[in-house]
């Protein structure tokens, strides 16, 4: 997305790509068939949030840093609840991290990062909205 005059306008091929990456995202559990589900969506989901302090780093300003790493770190932690936890939490955890990167397109808070939040952020609404329906479905999460 990209802001023209006071309105969003989506880029459509980082949300292709996204779209894409975010059904990857939810059949991941299949590729580590040996550890629980819920714990590879929260490996996922630090993975994701961790980006940002590699583009935070590449920014170079240290309030973006700070920031960035304390929103990762915020991350992290629903990750690791989530896995003794309700499945919910990865569900809040995606859909959270998506109006995150939102918000970052919308403020460029981070800079250089045009095409990344549309991406990133379908990536995790897609990932969200698959498991959202597999919990509903009664597929299970644990070992």
């Known amino acids: 997305m990209t ?6 306008r989506t880029l459509p091929g980082p949300a292709i790509c996204g779209v894409a990456v975010g059904a990857i ?3 991941s559990p299949l590729a580590f068939w040996w550890l629980p589900p819920k714990a590879v969506y929260a490996l996922g989901l630090t993975l994701i949030a961790a980006v940002y302090i590699g583009f935070s780093v590449a920014d170079g300003r ?15 932690v629903i990750a690791a609840v989530s896995v003794g936890g309700s499945a919910w939490l990865l ?12 918000w970052q397109h919308r403020t460029q808070f981070v800079r250089n990062t045009r ?11 897609v990932a969200a909205g698959i498991l959202t329906t597999a919990i509903l479905m009664g597929i299970p999460f644990h070992g």
Do not use: N, Y
Not at 94 to 102: F, R
């Open 115 to 125: 095409w990344w939040p549309p991406f990133c952020s379908t990536v995790d609404w």
């Open 62 to 76: 240290w309030k973006v840093i700070a920031a960035e790493s304390s929103v990762a770190g915020f991350f992290v």
């Open 3 to 8: 802001m023209i005059r006071g309105r969003v």
């Open 25 to 27: 995202q939810a059949a």
């Open 91 to 102: 569900v809040l955890g995606l859909a959270g991290h998506g109006l995150k990167d939102v």
